[in-house]
Structures are given as structure tokens and as C-alpha cells.
């Protein structure tokens, strides 16, 4: 069955850096768009980042561009999110996600993602 496991998340000041790791499995990461998304304390769920496979279209949130990089190794069966200069408002659960598609598309922060991994917190605060 599908499984996606976050790691990686941890207290950090502003301005600090960290690296979030998803670990997938029962299914073939190479074919399928995979990506992050974060829940804020009392917000909605929101997008951070989607990345196709072949890394054919890779997408960010507005609020972390420029800050925060993923990548993904299908060899490994795992996907990043590299996270620098980390701000207050990062602060939230991470959640890896896919929705077994090979693309993430224009309108990936609003797709129905159906396979959610538990999350990794993230608090970034002095």
C-alpha cells in the first residue's frame, strides 16, 4: 500500500535552515508528481511545493520562493524539501503528498491529493 513517511522537522530560529525528507513507498515514485504541503495553527492547509516526475514542472508557493528548493531521488525512493532562511510563518506541520499523477500542473496546490504522509513539525521561532 501506499506510505509516505516525513522526516526532518525540528525547532530552528528565523534564518535557519532545515531539510525535510520523504520516504514513500508501494508504488513507483519515478512515474508520479509528489510534493509538500503545511498546516499552520488555526490556518488551512496550503501548498508549499509540487515536483513532477522527471522533474518535468516543479512548483512553489509564492511565500517560499527563493527560500525553499525539493528535489527528489527515485532511486531512493525519497523526495526533499531543503528549507533555508526560514521565517515565523513557516512554522506548521509538513505533509508529504501525491496523487498518483505524473504531473503536478499549474493548479497542483488545489488537486486533490488522496495519500497524505503524518507530518513533521516545523517551529521556527527565536
Known amino acids: 500500500q501506499v506510505q509516505l513517511v516525513e522526516s526532518g522537522g525540528g525547532l530552528v530560529q528565523p534564518g535557519g535552515s532545515l531539510r525535510l525528507s520523504c520516504a514513500t513507498s508501494?508504488?513507483?515514485?519515478?512515474?508520479?508528481?509528489i510534493g509538500w504541503f503545511r498546516q499552520a495553527p488555526g490556518k488551512e492547509r496550503e501548498g508549499v511545493s509540487c515536483?513532477?516526475?522527471?522533474?518535468?514542472?516543479?512548483y512553489y508557493a509564492d511565500s517560499v520562493k527563493g527560500r525553499f528548493t525539493i528535489s527528489r531521488d527515485d532511486a531512493k525512493n525519497t523526495v526533499t524539501l531543503q528549507m533555508n532562511s526560514l521565517k515565523p510563518e513557516d512554522t506548521g506541520v509538513y505533509y508529504c503528498?501525491?496523487?498518483?499523477?505524473?504531473?503536478?500542473?499549474?493548479?497542483?496546490?488545489?488537486?486533490?491529493?488522496?495519500?497524505w504522509g503524518q507530518g513533521t513539525q516545523v517551529t521556527v521561532s527565536s
Open positions: 503528498v501525491t496523487h498518483l499523477r505524473p504531473r503536478c500542473g499549474s493548479r497542483w496546490s488545489s488537486d486533490p491529493y488522496n495519500y
Open positions: 508501494g508504488f513507483t515514485l519515478d512515474y508520479y508528481g
Open positions: 515536483i513532477s516526475s522527471n522533474d518535468y514542472g516543479i
